[in-house]
């Protein structure tokens, strides 16, 4: 089974920077979609960005020029590297895989993928 856990959650002040780690283990396969959701309290789980094998990434409208998500060659360590932060990123971030991106985008209704357990970011003003 591959397990994902994220590390680098904190609280920082609104304009600060973090830097949001997920390692990777178990037998994920090197064409997996990868990357991060977050939810809000009182709001709905969403994705935030994903990157594929080849290296493109895509990113939610609200992080666009703001985040940045990378990872190393093998797949095993996933960066999220968050600066300009706002009080409107405070929200438990979480690392995810899926084998296509129409289960990336389905993975909180249920799509065969898989979590971490979460990184608590707060964001005050």
């Known amino acids: 089974q591959v397990q994902l856990q994220e590390s680098g959650g904190d609280s920082v002040q609104a304009g600060g920077s973090l830097r949001l780690s997920c390692a990777a283990s178990?037998?994920?396969?090197?064409?997996?979609?990868m990357g991060w959701f977050r939810q809000a309290p009182g709001k709905e789980r969403d994705w935030v960005a994903v990157i594929g094998n080849d290296g493109s990434a895509n990113y939610a409208d609200s992080v666009k020029g703001r985040f940045t998500i990378s990872q190393d060659s093998a797949r095993k360590s996933l960066t999220l590297q968050m600066d300009s932060l706002e009080p409107d990123d405070t929200a438990m971030y979480y690392c995810?895989?899926?084998?296509?991106?129409?289960?990336?985008?389905?993975?909180?209704?249920?799509?065969?993928?898989?979590w971490g357990q979460g990184t608590q970011v707060t964001v005050s003003s």
């Open positions: 995810a895989a899926a084998p296509s991106l129409y289960s990336w985008y389905n993975l909180v209704g249920g799509g065969f993928g898989y």
């Open positions: 178990g037998d994920i396969y090197s064409n997996y979609y």
